[in-house]
């Protein structure tokens, strides 16, 4: 199976390495072709974003304006800090050069003079190594004012690393504008889109890390190529993250539509002792998990994953075994979109600390049958109900472990809610000095 | 205390500026630059960071604020951080926290009376692959078991 994003080539992080293999020869082509030719490409390869809502790369960066005089914009979201998900870095060290090359094709389609790759802080180390490839790019002429002689064309542009500082919700796109802004990160309403209004007001583009990585090789190979790979409709390969109970787990870059049951078993090498699988959350943690029985024939697409009722969102695979306590790991799971929410809509503010508080009651052995109810209807409240995505993030895990997983909490939940008062508080009629009765 | 910007880091801030077309955008690169000199984030950074950027002071307050990584307090030299998130926990996350929390004597958030060690539970740090981990200040140490964890803490001085 060819590698596109990270092929096993080594060295392939020095710049030297990456020249002797075509590196730099995509953007040198692109720069002969126009930019709806491009954009088109990028269209006809079906390619689809690989940070998590699956939307077609080459639509969205036809939703840039053109005859604009408007300065352009494009960021590239490394932000990658969704639980389950640790493919970007896997970019980051082994394959910069070809996100910078991407990086620089995508800004020359959209026409924006400057990008941002927006990285979480936390990745220190790649954020150096980054920075090392790209100052390696500036030096041999890729980047910056040089590249107009490099690729003798009149378009240049600039690429700027940001460093995150520890916010889940600079992931969601206008919430990683603002914190490019200086500002707080807190998502904003949309409409309008970043395409009309996103960076200091100035039309934006933001795609994943990933998804630009695969950019320069589309260019290269051409978009029937490309679009012959796995799935038609959701078609090239995706960097499949497995964690958890498995033996051997680590980045797995597989064609769209590989089985979840061949990943897990044969690529992470099954399960730590042969233990059966209780549960798979198959795109990271917000996304709704499924049953160990529910896993025949799955394939690792997002259509296909659609169908069987969860998303493929980041592709980050987390594999729990038999003796798994979900409840300890909803609650887990709540204590992070609790500690992540940013606090601007009241729903997910408030409804978060809620379903953590009550799962807590629940995991101490202080819950009722009522509070698992009660868990639901206000992951329903949350959903659909707030300004960005991480409320639906923070109540799909609930709404749906809660479905397909009900017995584990009726398991550890009392019937009813104990009515005997905690500290004894005697009756009025008790307590009170004996009132004499009215004599008629 | 009285903070002040070492000229390399005012030579550093005037490069960051480049990359930026307001100067409010440098804000999360600069309080970086004073994180880095200073250990943490007090109010005086907070305002010097202000008046070199001359932008508002409650805008710094609020990026400072909201984001985790700056400090607002002073940390150990050694700050451990330990992710228990689901795929560390899945492998052993909670173990080790609770070994590095005995250990130390710590718990989330606290730092050691002399300065050497503070505690953070952290989320998710993308090294779920390679689980259970720490971080000590910015490294990271991966696929960890209690006793290498221990063996990492007692390594440091």
Known sequence: MEKIVLPEIENFHQIEVYLQHGGYEAAKSAFSQTTDQIIDTVKKSGLRGRGGAAFSAGLKWSFMPKNNDKPKYLCVNGDESEPGSFKDRQILEYNPHQLIEGTIIACYAIGAKSAYIYVRGEYHKWIKLLEKALADAYEKGFVGEKMKETFATDFSCNIYVHKGAGAYICGE?????????????????????????GLWGNPTTINNVETITNIPPIIKKGWEWFSAIGEPKHPGT?????????????????PSGTLLTDIIYKYASGVIDDKKIKCVIPGGSSMPPLRGDQLEGVKMDAESLKAVGSAIGTGGIMVMDEDTDLVRVLARIAKFYYHESCGQCTPCREGTGWMLKILNRIVRGEGTKKDVDLLVTIAKNIEGNTVCALGDAAAWP??????????????????????????????????????????V | MEFKFSEENLQKIEQILKKYPTKQAAVMPVLYLAQEQHGWISKEVMLKT??????????VYGVATFYTMYHKKEMG?????????????????????????EKLGLENGEVSSDKKFSLEEVECMGSCGTAPMIAVNEDYFENLDKEKALQILDSLN
Not at chain 1, 244 to 250: D, E, L, T, Y
Not at chain 2, 83 to 100: E, H, K, P, W
Request: proline share 7%.
């Open chain 1, 173 to 197: 796109e206008s919430s990683l504008m603002n914190s490019i802004e200086g500002k707080r990160g807190y998502p904003r309403v949309k409409p309008p889109f970043p395409a009309q209004n």
């Open chain 1, 238 to 254: 995706i960097l499949f993250g497995v964690s958890g109970h498995v033996n051997n787990p680590g980045v797995f870059e597989l």
């Open chain 1, 398 to 439: 609930v709404k749906f472990m809660i479905e397909r997983f009900r017995e584990e909490f009726d398991a550890v939940v009392k019937d009813e809610v104990s009515l005997e008062p905690k500290n004894k508080v005697h009756s009025m009629r008790e307590t009170a000095n004996p009132i004499t009765p009215v004599q």
């Open chain 2, 50 to 59: 202000a008046s070199v950027l001359e932008i508002n002071e409650e805008d």
């Open chain 2, 77 to 101: 030299k050694h700050h451990i951080q330990v992710c228990t998130n689901v795929s560390c926990m899945l492998r052993g996350g909670y173990q080790i926290y609770d070994a590095v929390k």
